[in-house]
């Protein structure tokens, strides 16, 4: 828990699969710290699907293309990157909108000259947003 005491955002619950290095005194400790806990059931495999492609593409869009230098760094470089992700970066399952809006409904065409370009995550991912007035 130490490596997780300087952040802003602390983890509140930890989802493991049942191997056998999470121990009782494993779960014990985070407890101590005020960590919850969550196994996942027996025989699930396909539980840990979305979180694991999620890392996948934080690994591919993001990590591979620095050199991180230390902790507070690789924090900072996983904090730009979550935001871009949920509010930014398009997903098919939403029809190319970000997780983190209301309703398709709210998209409206934008001309060419309204668009600007923003940079996230040191330059290497670019969105595009409406010129302000």
């Not at 828990?1 to 952040?7: E, K």
Request: some cysteine; charged content about 30%; overall charge negative.
């Amino acid at each position: 828990m130490s490596d997780t005491s300087g952040r802003e955002h602390s983890p509140a619950l930890v989802m493991h699969d049942r191997d056998t290095k999470f121990t009782k005194e494993f779960t014990e400790a985070l407890n101590r710290q005020g960590v919850g806990t969550n196994p996942l059931p027996k025989a699930s495999p396909n539980l840990n699907g979305r979180c694991e492609r999620f890392i996948e593409t934080i690994k591919l869009e993001c990590l591979q293309k620095f050199i991180v230098f230390g902790k507070k760094h690789l924090d900072h470089l996983v904090g730009e990157f979550v935001d871009y992700y949920n509010h930014h970066r398009s997903h098919m399952e939403r029809d190319h909108l970000p997780p983190v809006r209301v309703e398709p409904d709210e998209v409206e065409t934008i001309p060419l000259e309204e668009i600007q370009v923003k940079s996230f995550v040191g330059g290497l991912v670019k969105a595009f947003e409406r010129k302000a007035a």
